[in-house]
């Protein structure tokens, strides 16, 4: 059977599937599915969103590359999930249980309270959500054209219609079903390709280790204090801080729901990073002679299954990245309607928010079958873009969800200072100097500062 076939004949299924778990309904549903899912699903969904193409493709090219070097900031994703699930998420369920988005928790009554807050929290997150999905595009542009041949352009324009079309007709709960599927699928034939490497003829323990350990330590001699940093902060913010976590917060049952599944996410996040460094690694072992790129997973794969786990391999992969492409798809379009539109028009119906985030998602599909042919690395594209929205977002997520008291002005200005220090910071190259980090601290700093100023201010005026 062929893997032509199997791709196909697997397509017919998951539409099939996608119908069934559809809803009809109003924006609630649409966006945080009735606030009704259980522990499985919410974490499903959050694991699968994020062990797309970046800790796929990526991470197996990271690994063949490299050695084991990215598996000492993997674990670090655990321990910030854990921080996530543990503190954030029950009061992010219990305090915005009211709310749609990120931008409800940043600039709704709760927190900030504030249009301007909600506004540019939507703006920011729309440029990650789209960044991200353009280079999810790529990645299954890849996928296709190594299945079936086509040209680039072709291959993404088929990929991102197929997601398109299920993500504007299902919402967030077609999505988080078609999550759990397609991770189920995947966490099965993924250890089986592990199985089947260390079962080659060719793979010896001892010597793997020795040319593990030499590519390991080549890797980290070739970095500096500030691209460590980097990686680590990377590791530590790059999940469980951002919309499509929030929304499935949001979408659980009650808070120990939505506890339980981001603890359970960061743990399999981080185990699956060193699965998939371990493939690449072993695949360089195997096979010296292939090329550094993001199709190495791929050929891996093709030289170590047989041909019909091979074609489900395929499937299962595709289905990955169009599980996070339709998550950051889903999350965009809502955070569109919710944020920024509701944000300049506060009498904006729930019907036409609805109409609008489907109108985005189709929008955003388009746009991004014709920027992904331009991409070559997808690992270093959505760290390129992880990496300047941290500086932006995160000191302000926090605080929006641990303070008691807020003023919108300290979050604009924190976001503000977030990305100007990014800026700076980057430009000036220093091997020293963490941008990320550095731009972190003064976003605290200039939150924590703007409240004492207004403070005083208060007090004088009494």
């Known amino acids: 059977m062929s893997t032509q076939f199997i791709i196909i004949l697997f397509a017919i299924v998951y539409f099939g599937f996608i119908i069934y778990t559809r809803r009809k309904g109003n924006f609630e549903e649409f966006s945080v599915a009735g606030r009704s899912l259980g522990t499985f699903l919410i974490f499903a969904s959050v694991a699968a969103s994020y062990i797309g193409p970046a800790m796929t493709l990526g991470l197996s090219r990271e690994g063949f590359a490299n050695g084991t070097y990215v598996n000492s900031f993997s674990v670090l994703t655990a321990f910030a999930m854990g921080f996530v699930g543990i503190v954030l998420a029950p009061i992010v369920r219990k305090k915005f249980r009211a709310s749609f988005s990120i931008g409800d928790v940043m600039g709704g009554p709760e927190s900030h309270n504030h249009k301007n807050v909600k506004i540019a929290t939507g703006i920011i997150s729309i440029w990650l959500m789209s960044s991200v999905t ?100 990377f590791w530590i913010f790059g999940a469980g801080f951002d919309a499509p976590v929030i929304n499935r917060i949001l979408a659980s049952r009650d808070t120990k729901v939505a506890r339980t599944s981001i603890i359970l996410a960061g743990i399999f996040m981080s185990s699956w990073a060193v699965l998939m460094v371990f493939i690449g690694n072993a695949g360089a072992f195997l096979h010296p002679e292939l090329i550094v790129n993001d199709q190495v997973l791929l050929n ?44 300049i028009w506060k009498e904006t119906s729930q019907a036409s928010k609805l109409k609008l985030a489907k ?41 929006s969800i641990l303070n008691k008291k807020h003023y919108w002005q300290s979050a604009i200005v924190s976001m503000v200072t977030g990305l100007i220090s990014f800026l700076i910071f980057e430009y000036l190259k220093s091997e020293s100097l963490p941008s990320t980090f550095i731009a972190v601290v003064f976003g605290f700093i200039a939150y924590w500062v703007c409240d004492q100023v207004i403070n005083n201010k208060k007090v004088l005026n009494t």
């Open 134 to 233: 353009i280079a999810l595009t790529y990645a299954g542009g890849e996928l296709i054209n190594n299945a079936f041949g086509f040209p680039k352009f072709w291959s993404i324009a088929i990929i991102t219609s197929i997601v398109v079309l299920y993500s504007s007709f299902g919402g967030i709960r077609a999505t988080i079903h078609t999550d759990a599927f397609q991770l189920i699928v995947f966490t099965i034939l993924v250890p089986l390709l592990a199985i089947f490497i260390i079962q080659d003829n060719g793979f010896n323990w001892s010597a793997f280790q020795e040319s593990s350990v030499l590519k390991t330590t080549t890797a980290k001699e070739s970095q500096n204090l500030s691209s460590i940093v980097g990686l680590a902060m």
């Open 359 to 399: 109108g985005f998602t189709i929008s955003l599909g388009i746009l991004a079958i014709f920027i992904a042919s331009y991409l070559t690395s997808i690992l270093h594209a959505i760290m390129t873009v992880v990496n300047i929205y941290i500086p932006m977002m995160i000191p302000v997520v926090i605080l």
């Open 300 to 343: 891996i794969a093709e030289a170590h299954l047989p041909t019909a786990l091979y074609g489900l391999f395929m499937v299962a992969l595709i289905g990955v990245v169009m599980s996070s492409a339709d998550s950051t798809l889903n999350t965009a379009s809502i955070v569109f309607s919710e944020d920024v539109v509701g944000g």
